[in-house]
Structures are given as C-alpha cells and as structure tokens.
C-alpha cells in the first residue's frame, strides 16, 4: 500500500509570491490535515479536510487556504507570502483511527 | 483549549539506559493520546496510540506509554535504548469528542543515544 505522498519535496519561493502544495493520501482514505513545522512553533495544526469540506481548522489566517478534490487528493494555498512562512508542511491521511504522516514539502521564503 | 506539553527538550542516554519521556495534557474531556517518532530524515511515524481501556498501551520497537488521568500525563517507557532510537519523539493529543482528526502536539524531545 502506497504511503502518502507530497508534492513538490521543496520550494523557495520570495515575500510576497503565492504557493500551491499538494497532497496525495493513503487510497482508500478520505481525510487530510495538514500541519506546519517550524524550529520556534514545533507543530501545528492548520486544517483538515473530509469529502472535500473544511471539517477542522487551526489558528492560522486566511492567507492560508485548502481544498480537497473528489479523489480526496488535497491542495494547501499560501498567499501573499511572509518571511516566516518558511516552514516543513505535513500532510496526514488518516485511517484506523491513526494519521499517516508525508515525508512534507519544505518551504524556503527569501 | 486543549495543549500537550513536553518537559524535556533534549536527552542524553547510553546505550542500554532506561527511557522516561515526560507528557502532560490538558483537556477535561476525553482525549485520544499518541507518541510519534521523527528519526533523521524520515517523516513522522506512529508509536503508540491511547483511546480507552487498559492504561499502559504497548507499541513498536519495544516502547511503552502509561496513561494516569489523575496526573494528565501520558509518559513514554523503554527499559533499554538503542543506538537506532536517537530521534526527535512527539506526543500528541485529539480531543475524544471531536469529529475529525486535529493533533496537539507538544513541543517535542530530541533523544540521542551515544553507543
């Protein structure tokens, strides 16, 4: 069985650009949360997303933006970027009660 | 609001050394507990999970965690480390009550093992 998969590996994008990660998850689950990892704020929640609706959302702003397609693939938006955006973003399908972690997408802010 | 801490930052053992990881929620309702594991390089991996039942919940690679409500914690055990288990360890809680999966992690314990 496939683990999931994140797309692209890394990114180094400038202030003020936009980004689009991607999420393929585990077949046969169909939710997706995403987390942010950073050396000062460990991990954090962003959102989660369940036959293509929002169905939990962390703290973070609206510049910070999901969607789930019909095949439960999930996209993460990041507009208008910061400095401190920079960030490993994790995906986690979840399935048996248990989420099943990406190996994430590290995003580099110049 | 729900929050999972951690005490220990970094740790230090010896091979063959016996582990304690400290965990503390906090959450009046009920919680679904976890400890994952982030060796070097590699992406989050699942330890062990608590739901209900029997406190002290067995997981991979020989670890062990105890849940005792009246104390929120959620300590992670094993009687003899590895080399192999140097890694950064990660507990996490969900709120029982809650529909979805949305983790709380606490700030994470970097374990190095010196052989």
């Known amino acids: 069985k496939a683990g999931v998969t994140q797309t692209p590996r890394y990114l180094i994008k400038t202030r003020g650009q936009q980004v689009t990660l991607s999420c393929s998850p585990i077949?046969?689950?169909?939710?997706v949360s995403w987390y942010q990892q950073t050396p000062g704020q460990g991990l954090q929640f962003l959102f989660e997303?369940?036959?293509?609706?929002?169905?939990n959302k962390g703290n973070f702003p609206g510049r910070f933006s999901g969607r789930q397609f019909s095949n439960s693939r999930s996209e993460m938006n990041v507009s208008t970027l910061e400095l401190g955006d920079s960030a490993l973003y994790l995906c986690?399908?979840?399935?048996?009660?248990?989420?099943?972690f990406g190996p994430g997408t590290r995003l580099t802010v110049l | 609001a729900q929050s999972v801490s951690q005490h220990n930052h970094h740790v230090i053992l010896s091979e063959a050394a016996s582990l304690e990881l400290g965990c503390n929620y906090s959450?009046?309702?009920?919680?679904?507990l976890f400890w994952y594991v982030q060796y070097p390089g590699q992406h989050l991996q699942l330890l062990l999970k608590?739901?209900?039942?029997?406190?002290l919940v067995k997981g991979i690679k020989g670890f062990e965690a105890e849940f005792i409500k009246s104390k929120f914690s959620f300590n992670l055990r094993k009687p003899s480390v590895q080399w192999s288990d140097t890694a950064e360890y990660f507990c996490?809680?969900?709120?029982?009550?809650?529909?979805?999966?949305?983790?709380?992690f606490g700030g994470g314990t970097r374990l190095m093992v010196k052989p």
């Open positions: 996490a809680g969900d709120r029982g009550d809650n529909a979805g999966n949305m983790l709380t």
């Open positions: 608590y739901f209900s039942g029997d406190p």
């Open positions: 077949s046969g689950h169909r939710s």
């Open positions: 959450y009046g309702g009920t919680v679904n």
């Open positions: 997303y369940f036959s293509e609706t929002q169905r």
């Open positions: 986690a399908s979840s399935g048996d009660n248990e989420q099943f």
